[in-house]
């Protein structure tokens, strides 16, 4: 079975440029998640959605980041403007809807804003 | 609101040892599940093992095995027979029965020595 398919793994792009990022869950999993890793904060969960509908995103930072699933396959986290201390490593994750059933973790993508 | 820690910012063992590693937790709630997730220089985060707090038994998974102490509010990763794949860093992390969110710790940096 494929995992939790994330584009591009990495990117580097100019301050003040926009940035997306995909995320493609398992097929048949209802929940989706979007985590930021830092070396100062660790790993921050930014929004979750469950059946395409985005239930809690009170951890995305600011007005800057948005994320959307416009479909049971498919979620994009948009940075616009970027700044450097967006500078990270994004990880999408995806989960059954059973009770706290383990989340799937992509393999991550490091992002580099100079 | 929960919290994790994880004290031991980096542990070291040599191969074939065991070692275990510390993880506590903060909550009000009775109902919750724990897990422990490695993360090896790859960055793909893997679910080790996972404990549903209902449950007095400790999971165990091969050569891993959790010490959960629900009223001292610890949970404990123990490593049997080291080997090098198992550098990595480990992260325990919380989820409430009634959410689907991580709560994640800020992580234990493991190192094994042939």
């Known amino acids: 079975d494929a995992g939790v398919i994330q584009s591009p793994r990495h990117e580097v792009t100019e301050m003040g440029q926009e940035v997306t990022l995909r995320c493609k869950p398992i097929?048949?999993?209802?929940?989706l998640f979007w985590y930021r890793q830092t070396m100062m904060r660790g790993l921050e969960l930014l929004i979750y959605f469950n059946n395409n509908v985005p239930i809690d995103d009170s951890g995305m930072p600011e007005d800057r980041f948005s994320a959307k699933m416009p479909n049971a396959s498919f979620s994009t986290l948009k940075i616009q403007p970027s700044e450097p201390r967006d500078s990270a490593v994004y990880f999408c994750?995806?989960?059954?809807?059973?009770?706290?059933?383990?989340?799937?973790f992509g393999d991550g993508t490091r992002l580099s804003i100079l | 609101a929960q919290t994790v820690t994880q004290s031991q910012p980096e542990m070291s063992v040599q191969e074939a040892e065991t070692v275990t590693l510390s993880c506590t937790y903060d909550t009000s709630e009775s109902d919750y599940y724990l897990f422990w997730y490695k993360q090896p220089p790859s960055r793909q985060m893997i679910l080790v093992i996972r404990?549903?707090?209902?449950?007095?038994q400790n999971a165990t998974e091969n050569r891993f095995s959790v010490n959960f102490q629900k009223a001292a509010k610890s949970f404990s990763l123990k490593i049997s027979d080291s080997q090098l794949g198992d550098a990595a860093m480990y992260f325990c992390a919380y989820s409430s029965y009634n959410t689907d969110k991580l709560i994640f710790g800020t992580g234990t940096r493991l190192q094994v020595f042939p």
């Open positions: 097929s048949g999993h209802d929940y």
């Open positions: 404990q549903e707090a209902y449950k007095q």
């Open positions: 994750a995806s989960s059954l809807r059973e009770a706290n059933q383990p989340q799937h």
